[in-house]
């Protein structure tokens, strides 16, 4: 079993959709949990992190962790075409620990 | 202002050739790290230095590759006697070190192609 698992995709949605993209980990010493976004033949972005269990807004991007389930997500509001990216969710235990990567979501936002 | 800094962008080395990969972190920043990319496939951790120290390689494989991040000048991946299974994308990130270790910027990565 891998420590972090994310649905490939591919997600295709109309432009303005909300959208829901989804990690699981099964280690529970996870505690910083980040998204990333990579456009096609670049580097990874980091677009967000959160410390522990709760939610966090950046503009139309919101992250959720849920300790308990291990399950973390991402909501994009309003998604525009320019949102169409691989997604990649993150974590690490903290201090001087690797960051571990989901296999990442490709979404591609219909204008 | 410039972020992390990679180069080459693209590298194409025959099958036995050595492949060097260099990596500039952000200003500011003292903590290294590279990954790999397959197509279709996430980022896979392979080592994370601080200057003058591998903190974790618990990634890399057991031959052929070594990193560096000297006192001075860039990163350095190392991939010794190529074989058609290296070609990917290798991605490095730098980072400010604990306890931010989590918040890590990316380079454009390099991409090598061996034939």
């Known amino acids: 079993q891998k420590e972090v698992e994310q649905d490939p995709g591919p997600l295709s949605v109309p432009e303005g959709a909300i959208v829901s993209l989804n990690c699981t980990y099964s280690n529970s010493a996870f505690q910083y949990f980040m998204w990333y976004r990579q456009y096609s033949r670049k580097g990874p972005e980091l677009l967000m992190y959160t410390y522990s269990s709760g939610n966090k807004e950046d503009g139309r991007f919101t992250a959720q962790v849920d300790k308990s389930s291990k399950y973390i997500s991402l909501f994009i509001r309003d998604s525009q075409p320019s949102d169409s990216a691989t997604y990649l969710c993150?974590?690490?235990?903290?201090?001087?620990?690797?960051?571990?990567f989901g296999t990442g979501t490709k979404l591609q936002v219909i204008p | 202002n410039a972020g992390v800094m990679q180069n080459p962008r693209h590298l194409v080395r025959r099958r036995g050739q050595e492949a060097r990969l260099r990596c500039s972190p952000m200003k500011g920043h003292s903590h290294v790290y590279w990954y790999r990319q397959l197509p279709e496939e996430g980022l896979k951790f392979m080592v994370y230095?601080?200057?003058?120290?591998?903190?974790?390689e618990s990634g890399m494989p057991k031959e052929r590759f070594s990193a560096e991040f000297p006192k001075e000048g860039p990163s350095i991946l190392r991939i010794q006697q190529v074989v058609r299974g290296d070609s990917a994308a290798y991605f490095c990130?730098?980072?400010?070190?604990?306890?931010?270790?989590?918040?890590?910027?990316f380079g454009p990565g390099t991409r090598l192609t061996v034939t």
């Open positions: 990130a730098s980072s400010l070190g604990s306890p931010a270790s989590y918040e890590q910027y």
């Open positions: 993150a974590m690490n235990s903290g201090g001087y620990q690797k960051v571990t």
């Open positions: 230095l601080q200057k003058e120290n591998i903190i974790d």
